[in-house]
């Protein structure tokens, strides 16, 4: 998509789509004045008779007879004095859907009848590139028969002369946060007996290869049990498909710089192992290597708009599955740390290649490390599917993230990660066990992940209930890659 910005009357600009907000009452926007004075007033007539709607996120088409424009879309906001930044993106998301599905090869959107209560040009073409390019999105790489692509190719945002710059920077960072995110839901909407642990080192390499600013390297099963890392090998151990332990190294500040470490779970398909699942859902288990596709699509998106800061995304890839050589409950290995686990649960896997990747970190000399994984379906029990879990032991790194969240729409909610809860995991055998019972789930799995995050500022992100979606549009979301992007950008010095 190419996108640009405006400055001049977005009416006198030829275009197949003119995208125009409408608020309930009244009061309409200047261009919508100016547009049914060209319509003989027929917009107003259509608007008091409610066949078109300011009902938010409502969306109503119109072929003007006179103008340079060829289709009106009308997109409801509500009510104006009500119109939130969630209720933007809601009428954002659901007029970059028709505008997609549409005739029209090109649009001009009117930024000035959408930004009401002071939403700013900047962020709110942010959320119109993302939801455009999230509405085109296609994943049709496994079919024979390839999908229609979107007729739309061509996009200005049309605003205030100030705010072109805005608007401008909007755009090329949007773009770039949208190809990660698309990066990312490819990787996870690909099977498993495509997207293994060798595929996902493969392709950090050829993402290595298109971004000069990016270094990949994976360690192989050898490295990893000379690295001492036993949980991390327990987990691949019954599959025939070798681990690997992927890092991809993004330089886009100065030397001086400790870099903020990405750690993603990459679980490329998840059994359960000899604690293994139930049948009904299995294949969605091909997501739990969501969180490593999130540090790919961040890299990217950090790449693709030079950002001046350095972070490293470190990936535990492996496969979970039973078999004769696969970890059994009640067996006991030793971590990279030293610490020793029980492995009372095959299925509470993604801690086991986490803790290590965690140790792993330590070499970056980090200045903050996130860890991003689809670690507890609990997690999803406490939170639905509207925000990730977020639990840190750093304050300060949880509110930047918070924020990040917030801004972007991606949101995270905190949960404690209090010493009380650490007692779950006590095992009368090793020096803690793999699971903490029922109660906090989600907790008492970030728990043991804090056991080895004790030398830097942690953040565990539990993304188990946004990653994908399940049922007829089932397809993975590319959260967190907003979140994620935005924290970064915001720890740009200076
Ligand atoms: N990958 C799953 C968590 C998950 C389940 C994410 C469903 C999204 C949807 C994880 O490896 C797992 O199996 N966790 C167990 C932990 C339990 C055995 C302590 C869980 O949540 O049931
Ligand atoms: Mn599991
Ligand atoms: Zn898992």
Redesign the pocket.
Known sequence: MNYSALSTDPIKQKSDCLVVGVVEGKSQSAVWTELDQQCKGVLGKLLSSGDISSKLAATSWFYPQEGGVKRLLFVGLGKEKELSEAGFRKAAKSAMQSLSKSGAGNAVVALSSLTLNALKAGWATEQLVIALESACYIFDNMKSEKATPTKVSQVKVAGDKRDKSAIEAAIAKAGAVAKGMNLTKDLGNLPGNVCTPDYLAKQAKALAKEYKSLKAEALGEKELKELGMGSFLSVSAGSDEPARLIVIEYKGGDDKQKPHVLVGKG?TF?S?GI?L?PGEGMD??K??MCGAASVFGTLLALAEMKAPVNVVGVIAAAE?MPSGKATKPGDIVTTMSGQTVEIL?T????RLVLCDALTYCERFKPETVVDIA?????C?IALGNHATGLLANDDKLADALLAAGESTGDRAWRLPLWDEYQTQLDSNFADMQN??GRPA?TIT?ACFLSRFTKKYRWAHLDI??VAWTSGKDKGASGRPVPLLTEYLLGQVKG
């Open positions: 679980i998840d359960g604690s699942k969605e288990m997501y739990d979970n649960n299925d509470a896997e993604g689809t670690l507890t379906g609990a999803i699971i903490g789930g799995a188990a209930g």
